[in-house]
T-cell receptor, first 111, second 112 residues
Framework: GNSVTQMEGPVTLSEEAFLTINCTYTATGYPSLFWYVQYPGEGLQLLLKATKADDKGSNKGFEATYRKETTSFHLEKGSVQVSDSAVYFCALMGAGNMLTFGGGTRLMVKP | SQTIHQWPATLVQPVGSPLSLECTVEGTSNPNLYWYRQAAGRGLQLLFYSVGIGQISSEVPQNLSASRPQDRQFILSSKKLLLSDSGFYLC???????????FGNGTRLTVT
């Protein structure tokens, strides 16, 4: 079946540091890939997505590239802010329109 | 534009009491609807999904149930809550054939 593995947190960074959150997946066929963000006390919001190999999703300074050869979709940001502190979920959507989520990675950015 | 409403935002219930969480979607029709649970320190677990009125699929057997009495209404219920039912419950919707899942703000349930 489908599965998503992402690095365990928490990830603690200083403001303006470079961020990478690793995500790898296992799936049959050609899934779409997503990053969702959950701010404290809230539901999840779509951060970015990519629907085919080599696509790059980007939003709010975050980027992730769909790498089929390494089955990865790592999330990156060049300079994090305190307001980026949240839990980040990698997810894939395969056949049947079902999302499979990774376990989430908590990011804490210190001023 | 489409919106999703989920209530209540927080709930404290004793063990053995019933549960009813409600979710409604506005601005769209015939969506796929989902209930997820996020236990403390864990990822998201899909509990139920529905592709239409009265059509419910359960992903995890447990003492929870779901119903979809109307096209844009999705209800999560339990007859008798357990301590292990504590968690953050999220309702979500997506258009058929499109991958983006839209989440409500969640209900934090504490069973005491």
């Amino acid at each position: 079946g489908n599965s998503v593995t992402q690095m365990e947190g928490p990830v603690t960074l200083s403001e303006e540091a470079f961020l990478t959150i690793n995500c790898t997946y296992t799936a049959t066929g050609y899934p779409s890939l997503f990053w969702y963000v959950q701010y404290p006390g809230e539901g999840l919001q779509l951060l970015l997505k990519a629907t085919k190999a080599d696509d790059k999703g980007s939003n709010k300074g975050f980027e992730a590239t769909y790498r089929k050869e390494t089955t990865s979709f790592h999330l990156e940001k060049g300079s994090v802010q305190v307001s980026d502190s949240a839990v980040y979920f990698c997810a894939l959507m395969g056949a049947g329109n079902m999302l499979t989520f990774g376990g989430g990675t908590r990011l804490m950015v210190k001023p | 534009s489409q919106t999703i409403h989920q209530w209540p935002a927080t709930l404290v219930q004793p063990v053995g009491s019933p549960l009813s969480l409600e979710c409604t979607v506005e601005g769209t029709s015939n969506p796929n609807l989902y209930w997820y649970r996020q236990a403390a320190g864990r990822g998201l677990q899909l509990l139920f999904y529905s592709v239409g009125i009265g059509q419910i699929s359960s992903e995890v057997p447990q003492n929870l149930s779901a119903s979809r009495p109307q096209d844009r209404q999705f209800i999560l219920s339990s007859k008798k809550l357990l301590l292990s039912d504590s968690g953050f419950y999220l309702c979500a919707w997506t258009l058929k054939g499109l991958g983006t899942l839209h989440f409500g703000n969640g209900t934090r349930l504490t069973v005491t």
